[in-house]
């Protein structure tokens, strides 16, 4: 028998939702074939059985379930194992939340089953708003008995104690599995924040508490750059352009500037094997940060980029496309931004803004006048590890990359 376990899926989540099973429980699996996909806050990634047998859940789909959790049981029998005899503690649950991952045997009428310690019930997000709306408490759901508790639950429970209809409480609330931004039962006046936009506001909230950030902007001539685009898309048969240059360049500073592509931890910078360079995306589903980690050619570059617009276009990241990044790429490039501060994003220390490209006049020593394309380049950086002359090292080494 295999136990599959949650692992940790990425640094902003404590748990995820389970959206769906890829095998049916009991069903046969084969070692490496991929199970169940969680929903993270930006991602769905989906988890592998390490071993072949028959495949048993453990916890239910559309519940949340933390790191470490069990989600399913790999046996060499077609029925379920039977029940340990003693429950295993459940993993913490965050803060503001109760436990959402299930053990095995968990189930309707579960809480406070024999001398085991009584496993609190799944909330899910609409039931805990009508929780804290009407005043119910943890101890209110958790002696209804159930293992996952919905806002039809929560509207059962206060009309039962005020003799309201359930419609009174909202009953028709969206439900896990659903998007609550799309669905009916928002209050007027209020907007509720998307999964993603969730996930972009802990990482701003940690940054801006964490990180001590500095800023320094320098004038780039981009009009070549723009001018080579066409040719070299020609050259790798994949659209290249501001982007895809930047990154490329961007990765060859690595050797000369090691400490941009850093982590600190303490009072000490963490190196990084190879730059990994994360690329700002938002096209309309949300702000994501996906990770080009084949920065030898341009030719890879332009064709993971190519890859992740489509994948931001449909919101279809996995999480692995967003984790791993050392040192990111802000792309700001619609027509009237001159000037962008991006947010250095927790584990880096290092984060390039590109601004859209202006046309300035030039005027020659000979007194006529001529124009140029320009292109405002900051640096964000932690100024922890790296001060201003260093950051303007940075930004004269690029600009010098770009032109070669």
């Known amino acids: 028998m295999a136990d599959i376990r949650v692992p940790k899926l990425n640094n902003n989540d404590t748990e995820y939702l389970i959206v769906e099973w890829l095998v049916e429980d009991g069903g046969p699996v084969v070692a490496g074939e991929a199970v169940a996909v969680l929903e993270t806050s930006k991602a769905a990634d989906e988890l592998e059985a390490g071993e072949s047998g028959h495949l048993h859940h453990a916890a239910a789909l559309n519940t ?18 039977p029940a340990s005899p003693v429950l295993e503690s459940p993993a913490p649950a965050p803060s503001g939340s109760v436990l959402s ?43 209804l008995g159930l ?24 009953a028709d609330a969206p439900e896990p599995g659903t998007d609550p931004d799309k669905a009916g039962g928002r209050q007027a006046g209020t907007h509720r924040l998307s999964r993603v936009q969730r996930a972009v506001a802990r990482a701003v909230t940690v940054s801006h ?22 040719e070299l898309s020609r050259q790798v048969r994949r659209p290249v352009g501001l982007a895809e240059l930047f990154v490329q360049a961007v990765a060859v500073l690595h050797p000369a500037f090691p400490l941009f592509f850093a982590s600190i931890d303490g009072d000490e910078a963490r190196l990084a094997d190879a730059p990994r360079v994360g690329v700002t995306f938002d096209l309309g589903e ?3 940060v996906p990770v080009v980690r084949d920065t030898g050619s341009l030719r890879e570059i332009a064709e993971a980029l190519m890859r992740y617009r489509l994948a931001a276009a449909e919101g279809d990241f996995r999480e692995k496309d967003l984790t791993g ?17 991006p947010l250095i994003f927790p584990g880096t220390v ?6 859209s ?38 930004l004269a080494a690029l600009r010098t990359e770009l032109r070669a």
């Open 101 to 143: 991952g299930l053990e095995p045997g968990a189930g309707e009428g579960m809480a406070g089953r024999g001398n085991a310690p009584a496993l609190q019930p799944v909330v899910t997000d609409p039931a805990r708003a009508a929780m804290e709306e009407f005043g119910v408490s943890d101890s209110d759901v958790a002696a």
């Open 147 to 170: 293992a996952v508790i919905r806002r039809a639950d929560v509207a059962a429970l206060v009309a039962r104690r005020t003799g309201e209809t359930t419609a009174t409480v909202r």
């Open 209 to 230: 508490a964490a990180i001590p950030a500095a800023y320094t902007v320098v004038r780039f001539e981009v009009g070549p750059l723009l001018a080579r685009t066409g």
């Open 357 to 394: 490209p202006q046309s300035e006049p030039v005027l020659a020593e000979d007194g006529t006048v001529t124009v140029r394309t320009v292109a405002n380049i900051g640096l964000a950086y932690d100024h922890r590890l790296i001060n201003g002359r260093d950051a303007a090292l940075f």
């Open 325 to 341: 990044a050392n040192i990111a790429v802000t792309l700001h490039t619609d027509a009237d931004v001159v000037l962008a501060i």
């Open 286 to 288: 949300g702000l994501y």
């Open 350 to 355: 290092c984060a390039l803004a590109i601004t």
């Open 64 to 81: 949340w379930i933390a790191p470490g959790a069990l989600l399913a049981r790999v046996t060499a029998e077609a029925t379920p194992p």
